[in-house]
């Protein structure tokens, strides 16, 4: 069966991938709104799909569809954090599934009213957790899960991903849009980490500031300092020097864990495994929105205790505030 999708956020960065996916898995795009007209990009995948910068007439024509015998199967949600919740409902409401980019909300108990809504309308609400897909990521899983039941792994996460002065204009760089820097760039790893060791036990924050965060989360098979950074300041020198912007690092007992490629498959992985039934609903994501709404309300400790070494690096003011 071919599916007909609709897309709300389709001029963002993320929203190609999405478009790749539905037309990987062999459906068709029939909508997509974004406030932004900069979607040049829908050409490469549906030239023949609306395009609606207003919200109502985005919603006109798909009723207008529905009316007309074009059902709409599934609404696939990239639009800006904060929407999120809002832009799910959206699609309850029009009789379709939602398959949502990550973070799906910014709080739990916005899971709570999507749950609800959800059960409501019979519908299903489903989460891009691209990262349980990597099949290396799968093999870490499986090693730990054979490890003996009482061992505890330590382990540094680092992820330094440069951004330009461009972020803090955007909806990226204010906390309320996005919820800040841990979870707007980092979420997709603390869910990996929670997926791979286990329930968190505990969560410190040692450091958050504009573009960086750091801190401890003990889980139940592992001790884990990490470091999010958007300022290419804190990159390793020997990736300056070779003109790179973005350092990926994950160290388990002290042995480098590699998991920077096979990425390009994975959202249309995410959407085939959807379609087979096989996709991951609200309730897996609700551990790592847990965790990032925690890290975003501590008082952050300063450099206490079992903290990444890269935590130690120079602040930086903010851009706008010299």
Not at 52 to 67: A, G, N, P, S, T
Not at 185 to 214: C, E, K, S
Not at 249 to 256: D, H, K, N, P, R
Not at 296 to 320: T, Y
């Amino acid at each position: 069966m071919k599916y007909n999708f609709a897309l709300i956020g389709a001029a963002g960065y993320v929203a190609p991938r999405h478009m790749q996916a539905i037309q990987n898995t062999g459906n068709d795009l029939i909508a997509a709104l974004d406030k932004h007209d900069s979607v040049g990009v829908i050409d490469s995948f549906f030239p023949d799909a609306a395009f609606f910068v207003e919200y109502e007439r985005f919603d006109r024509h798909l009723e207008k569809l529905k009316r007309s015998g074009t059902p709409l199967h599934y609404l696939s949600v990239c639009s800006p954090n904060y929407l999120h919740d809002a832009h799910i409902r959206f699609g309850l409401r029009h009789g379709a599934d939602v398959i949502c980019e990550k973070p799906m909300v910014l709080n739990p108990w916005n899971l709570d009213a999507l749950e609800e809504i959800a059960a409501e309308t019979g519908r299903s609400v489903f989460n891009i957790l691209q990262l349980r897909l990597h099949p290396s990521v799968q093999q870490l899983r499986e090693r730990v899960q054979q490890a003996p039941g009482d061992s505890k792994f330590d382990v540094d996460l680092t992820y330094i991903t440069s951004r330009g002065n461009w972020y803090y204009a955007s909806w990226k760089g204010r906390e309320p849009q996005s919820g800040g820097i841990a979870t707007n760039i980092g979420v997709h790893f603390y869910d990996m980490l929670q997926w791979i060791f286990g329930p968190v036990q505990q969560n410190t924050v040692h450091l958050h500031t504009h573009d960086r965060a750091a801190g401890f989360l003990e889980f139940e098979r592992a001790r884990v300092r990490w470091f999010l950074s958007i300022n290419t300041d804190t990159l390793p020198d020997i990736v300056k020097t070779a003109g790179g912007r973005t350092f990926r690092a994950l160290t388990i007992e002290g042995e480098e864990f590699e998991f920077s490629g096979g990425f390009t498959d994975l959202h249309t992985q995410s959407y085939q495994a959807i379609l087979d039934g096989k996709g991951f609903p609200l309730s897996a994501a609700r551990p790592a929105i847990e965790i990032v709404h925690d890290i975003r309300h501590q008082q952050p400790l300063g450099l206490k205790g079992d903290f990444h070494p890269l935590a130690k690096l120079p602040l930086a003011p903010h851009p706008f505030h010299q």
